[in-house]
């Protein structure tokens, strides 16, 4: 694939990593925390930070680690989609739509920036 559908995978999971940083950050600080004025919950945004800068960068390897760290995310915002009620599910929910579109971008950054060698061609009569 060429490098401009991999520039669109790495600006698709940039904006969207960035987004599930201030989602998570505002959600467990001031919009819904688990407890009244905030828990350490908070720190599951401040995770984020760790891949930021090699996501913005195209680190593949980056992209490759966070393919599967997301998924803690993902699995969080569907728990709490379907059990939380309020504010807090509507923003579970926003969590969840973050966080599996981060993860098709990583996985398409990954597709589209493998180095694929080319296969040599074999005989088809070999005795």
């Not at 904006?15 to 950050?25: D, G, H, K, Q």
């Not at 467990?28 to 905030?38: D, M, Q, T, Y």
């Not at 995770?47 to 800068?53: D, G, K, Q, V």
């Not at 966070?66 to 926003?94: K, M, N």
Request: charged share 15%.
């Amino acid at each position: 694939m060429s490098t401009v559908k991999a520039s669109r995978y790495q600006s698709l999971t940039s904006a969207s990593l960035i987004a599930l940083i201030f989602l998570c950050l505002a959600w467990e600080g001031w919009l819904a925390p688990l407890r009244p004025g905030g828990s350490w919950m908070i720190l599951k945004g401040a995770l984020l930070l760790l891949p930021l800068f090699g996501i913005l960068r195209g680190r593949r390897y980056t992209y490759k680690w966070l393919s599967l760290f997301i998924q803690f995310y993902l699995l969080e915002g569907l728990v709490r989609a379907t059990s939380d009620h309020g504010p807090s599910q509507w923003l579970a929910l926003a969590e969840t739509i973050l966080a599996a579109t981060v993860f098709v971008g990583t996985i398409m950054f990954i597709r589209s920036t493998r180095h694929n060698p080319e296969k040599p061609e074999t005989t088809k009569n070999r005795p």
